[in-house]
């Protein structure tokens, strides 16, 4: 079968990537790994900045031009996202995550539970309403230690090793369908480090083992 896979680019690319993939599926289902929500609104937008959007615009919030890409809307629903990593949220955007209930798994959570469990988790939620799932994958998800060539780095983030297990375990599941992986800058980098993390973690999402 084949397999889209995006390299972005600001996680802005996210609203094109998923109104093409959501066409193909009934139920598509995110897995937004992520430190932010990118749940903004130009109302809610502290920055204004259309990176911080996407997600938002993808469940048929935002701007009409932006939600009504390809002519549909919304192209996802609440209830078929999961957000990874979240540790910089803005106020409109935990509105937003209260009122419709969706889930996120925080640093918090992810301390708590520890990555095997919380991606258990994930992959039992949206295999069980889903009929296609997409890996959105923002390397500011990851600690600017590991990943340090990103726009936005937040302290406090998903370890090179968590993530690792992360997309092996995906993998093993055989559930993703389609993945994007975003904010790579090469002029923010450290001798290519978040360049050749995004490939590794890409490598372990396709199959790639050590054994």
């Not at 938002?56 to 009504?68: F, I, M, P, R, T």
């Not at 390397?139 to 990943?147: E, K, M, N, R, W």
């Amino acid at each position: 079968r084949r397999f889209p896979l995006v390299l972005g680019g600001d996680h802005s690319i996210a609203i094109g990537t998923l109104a093409g993939v959501a066409k193909h599926y009934q139920q598509l289902g995110v897995i937004w790994y992520d430190a932010h929500g990118d749940l903004n609104t130009l109302e809610t937008s502290p920055s204004g900045n259309i990176h911080g959007m996407p997600l938002a615009v993808s469940l048929g919030v935002g701007h009409e031009k932006l939600v009504n890409l390809h002519g549909y809307a919304p192209k996802i629903k609440p209830e078929h996202v999961v957000i990874i990593g979240a540790r910089s949220l803005d106020e409109g955007e935990r509105k937003y995550i209260r009122e419709t209930g969706m889930k996120v798994y925080t640093m918090h959570e992810i301390d708590r539970l520890g990555m095997t469990k919380l991606i258990e988790e994930t992959i039992e939620y949206l295999s069980a309403n889903c009929d296609g799932i997409h890996l959105s994958l923002d390397l500011d998800g990851l600690d600017p230690s590991d990943a340090p060539g990103v726009g936005t780095p937040v302290v406090g983030g998903i370890s090179y090793r968590e993530s690792h297990l992360a997309m092996e375990m995906l993998y093993d599941a055989d559930i993703i369908t389609s993945a994007e992986f975003v904010e790579v800058n090469p002029i923010l980098d450290h001798k290519n480090k978040t360049s050749e993390a995004a490939v590794e973690l890409i490598e372990s999402l396709l199959g790639k083992k050590l054994l």
